[in-house]
């Protein structure tokens, strides 16, 4: 069974500029979660999506960053303009969700960011 | 609000030592409890989870118990092997409500021949 796939694995731009990002989640998985990991902390929650419906948002900072899941399949997360502090890992993870005590998020291998 | 700690690393250990890595935790209710491992230039992989009070979760050696009354999860391994270096995160999930996982900052491990 394939993983979460993330796309591009690396991504060095200058500040300003628009960046984006694109996640493919388990096959079947309903729920798909973008993170935000800084650098030496653990990962923090942006989004949450049940099939194409963003259900939590309440941290993603809506004035530069937005995120889609068309088809409530694969989902991208943009952000616009870039900033130097928004340097860090952007981790996607997918369940079959549920959100019951059992249930198990699937990390994919993180897109880098460096703006410069 | 809830919230997990971990002690700080890096841990340095030769092989064959045995490893502790405490995380402690603090949230209303019963969450669920995580052990996550990042290896270098990978995501996060879940190690081992524990749903309720007492219960052992365990992994490629690996074990952690869900201790309410000092609200702890630590993780242990008997004996370490070069291949165990990597970041260990511990998290934390409400039980049904909310589905994020709280993550602490992660403990580095660095075994060495």
């Known amino acids: 069974e394939a993983g979460v796939v993330q796309s591009p694995r690396y991504k060095i731009i200058e500040k300003k500029q628009p960046v984006a990002f694109w996640c493919n989640p388990i096959s079947g998985h309903n729920t798909l979660y973008w993170y935000l990991q800084n650098l030496g902390q653990g990962p923090e929650l942006l989004i949450r999506y049940e099939n194409e419906e963003a259900v939590d948002d309440s941290q993603l900072p809506k004035d530069r960053f937005s995120a889609e899941r068309l088809k409530g399949v694969d989902s991208t997360l943009k952000i616009q303009p870039a900033e130097l502090g928004d340097s860090a890992v952007y981790l996607c993870a997918s369940s079959s969700g549920g959100g019951g005590p059992q249930e198990t998020q699937y990390f994919g291998p993180g897109t880098r960011l460096l703006v410069l | 609000g809830d919230s997990v700690t971990q002690m700080e690393g890096p841990v340095t250990l030769s092989e064959e030592a045995f490893l502790t890595i405490n995380c402690t935790y603090t949230?209303?209710?019963?969450?669920?409890l995580f052990w996550y491992v990042q290896y270098p230039g990978e995501g996060l992989q879940l190690l081992l989870k524990?749903?309720?009070?007492?219960d052992k979760g365990s992994n490629k050696g690996f074990e952690a118990t869900y201790r309410k009354e000092t609200t702890s999860f630590h993780l242990e391994k008997g004996s370490v092997q070069v291949s165990d270096s990597a970041v260990y995160f511990c998290a934390l999930k409400k039980r049904n409500s909310g589905y994020a996982l709280n993550f602490g900052k992660g403990t580095s491990l660095l075994v060495t021949p």
């Open positions: 524990a749903t309720k009070a007492d």
């Open positions: 949230a209303t209710g019963y969450p669920s």
